[in-house]
């Protein structure tokens, strides 16, 4: 087993394909290759950001670092021990350390619990606390988020967009947790709740000493919350850098295009836009070499036959390109 004492989290050649289709007349199934062998490590108290488009393996990975669902292959290390190699109760254990907070709170919400019975639960599941001391902790976590403690006696439906997503944080941090997988908490609110919610996080952090795996599509978060971030493109990492130094210095040409796209508030500014030409090939038959050679600008001969590897460009700086 690999060194994975001086991190929280170790990913090593995760892996998950989905089968789709098939059947008796349509033949043996296609496969999704929706995250296919990358490997990161994430440091206690660091926000680890997973940038990229739709559909490129970001909340797959999320998912599956947290052992919602199995990968085809690979192995995740939290705090030095494989998490699939647990037996039931060390997922449990591994349940309190370990939470997420989701893109759309209301979705994860049972809609006839009121507020607090919805950050409560957690605490009835790993038995914390006893009956009567539970409604205090929820009073605690309400105030913890910015929420008024009255919210706790309201349904849902009748809580604001950002005040969902704050229940929903309450609840990721009932049971004390040390690893938060943060899936798009901020890409359904509007722009000033968003800014909002984003301080919070980064609040929580510094206070609780607390290490996000942080997934989104928006390169302006990604920005302001990550300490490192990795671009991921058709289910793999084509690029991992600390944060100033990959906004500053962007390799890749995904990357340098992602960066590109970031609207720039002062309109007399003008960017040089490196536009990308054409879609996303699909999962299902990624193209041969560099899965990214079919829009690329500077595409070569070499690039629609060999894979590029994943590799220190400097120091720090990993990048997935034959042109490096």
Same mark, same amino acid.
């Given at each position: ?184 908490? =901020? ?5 000033? @709740?968003? *800014?909002?919610? +984003?301080?919070?996080?980064? $609040? #929580? ?100 036959? =060999? ?5 220190? @460009?400097? *120091?720090?700086? +990993?990048?997935?390109?034959? $042109? #490096?």
């Amino acid at each position: 087993m690999s060194d994975t004492t001086n991190h929280v989290l170790r990913v090593e050649r995760l892996t998950k394909h989905f089968p789709v289709g098939g059947g008796f007349l349509a033949g043996p199934p296609a496969v999704v290759h929706a995250v296919d062998g990358i490997s990161f490590d994430i440091d206690r108290s660091e926000t680890f950001g997973l940038v990229g488009e739709s559909g490129c393996g970001k909340t797959t990975t999320g998912r599956m670092v947290l052992r919602l669902i199995r990968p085809t292959s690979g192995k995740v290390y939290f705090k030095g021990e494989n998490i699939f190699g647990f037996n039931a109760g060390g997922v449990k254990s591994l349940r309190r350390n370990m939470q997420i907070v989701f893109q759309d709170a209301y979705s994860s919400f049972d809609p006839r619990r009121t507020a607090g019975d919805i950050v409560e639960e957690p605490l009835r599941v790993h038995s914390l606390g006893t009956r009567q001391d539970r409604p205090l902790r929820v009073r605690e976590l309400f105030h913890l988020v910015g929420l008024q403690p009255e919210l706790a006696n309201e349904y849902p439906h009748s809580l604001s967009s950002g005040q969902k997503q704050c229940v929903g944080i309450a609840r990721a941090l009932a049971v004390h947790p040390e690893f938060i997988v943060c899936d798009e908490p =901020v890409s359904n609110l509007d722009v000033s @709740v968003r *800014a909002q919610v +984003l301080n919070l996080l980064k $609040k #929580l952090q510094d206070e609780m000493g607390l290490t996000y795996l942080f997934i989104a599509h928006d390169m302006s978060v990604i920005k302001f919350v990550s300490t490192r971030v990795a671009v991921m493109y058709l289910g793999l990492i084509v690029e991992l850098a600390l944060r100033r130094e990959l906004f500053a210095e962007p390799l890749h040409p995904y990357t340098q295009a992602l960066l590109a796209a970031v609207p720039v508030p002062n309109p007399r500014m003008r960017t040089r836009r490196a536009l990308l030409e054409g879609d996303v090939p699909s999962p299902i038959n990624p193209p041969p070499g560099c899965r990214f050679h079919t829009r690329c600008p500077r595409v070569m001969p070499v690039c629609k036959e =060999v894979e590029p590897e994943l590799k220190e @460009v400097a *120091a720090g700086h +990993l990048a997935a390109c034959h $042109k #490096l």
